[in-house]
């Protein structure tokens, strides 16, 4: 990452694909520029946050004219589209494993998962969605060939720290983890938990308690 790059915030940082996705929408439909209002509107981010989000990259805004859309875009596709595309493979090939194997996050052009792991000797040999399934066996052999960098896992709680250890000694350099399982980690890698039980009963619950006001 360059030096430009490591100066934003990391919470804004995790709003760029939400932009960049709205803003090549935009773009395809002809629109040359957007206000921070429309914006806001579209993304669901408050427009304060979004100018200063865009301060960051040196998009002033002017007030009645907004945001140049082709300016932004290619910040974006600098920042994000990185030359190389990131290489991810997937461990467990069950119901949540298959769904994003079939999904494959093809329109972030940045990201693809190369292929994918499984313990059941049912699912090595077979192709998902295009991607090959591999035996759990061949993890340390192929991770290695195609220089991985992120893994997803999408197994149950009980192999995930064991499975982490082994994409540890593979110097993998992120994990997207969807086990409800906390893992241990070294400090040089990264890793994001996503809860989907948690994240939907912390929904019903702001929403019982605080319906749709905005909580902080
Ligand atoms: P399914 O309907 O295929 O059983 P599921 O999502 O309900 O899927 P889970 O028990 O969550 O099933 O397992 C997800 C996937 O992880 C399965 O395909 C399973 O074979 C695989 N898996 C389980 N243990 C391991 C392991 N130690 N290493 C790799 N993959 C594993």
Do not use: C, W
Request: aromatic content about 10%.
């Amino acid at each position: 990452m360059s030096q430009e790059q490591m100066k934003i915030p990391q919470a804004t940082a995790k709003r760029l694909p939400l932009y960049y996705r709205f803003l090549k929408n935009l773009h395809s439909s002809g629109k040359q520029r957007v206000s921070s209002k429309e914006l806001s509107d579209a993304v669901k981010v408050d427009s304060a946050t979004i100018r200063r989000d865009f301060s960051y990259f040196g998009a002033l805004g002017k007030k009645g004219y907004g945001y140049n859309v082709e300016y932004l875009l290619s910040f974006f596709r600098k920042t994000l589209d990185q030359d190389e595309t990131t290489k991810v493979i997937l461990i467990g090939v069950g119901n949540l494993g298959t769904a994003f194997l079939h999904y494959n996050f093809l329109k972030n052009n940045n990201t693809k998962i190369e292929m994918a792991f499984d313990a059941d000797p049912k699912k090595a040999g077979t192709s998902i969605g295009e991607v090959p399934v591999y035996a759990m066996d061949d993890l340390e052999e192929k991770v290695r060939e195609s220089n991985i960098e992120v893994a997803i896992l999408t197994v149950p709680a009980g192999p995930a720290q064991g499975i982490t250890d082994r994409l540890i000694d593979l110097k993998v350099k992120g994990i997207l983890n969807f086990t409800p399982a906390r893992l241990s980690v070294p400090e040089h890698m990264r890793i994001h938990h996503i809860d989907l039980a948690v994240e939907l009963q912390s929904l019903i619950y702001f929403l019982k308690n605080y319906g749709t006001e905005d909580v902080e």
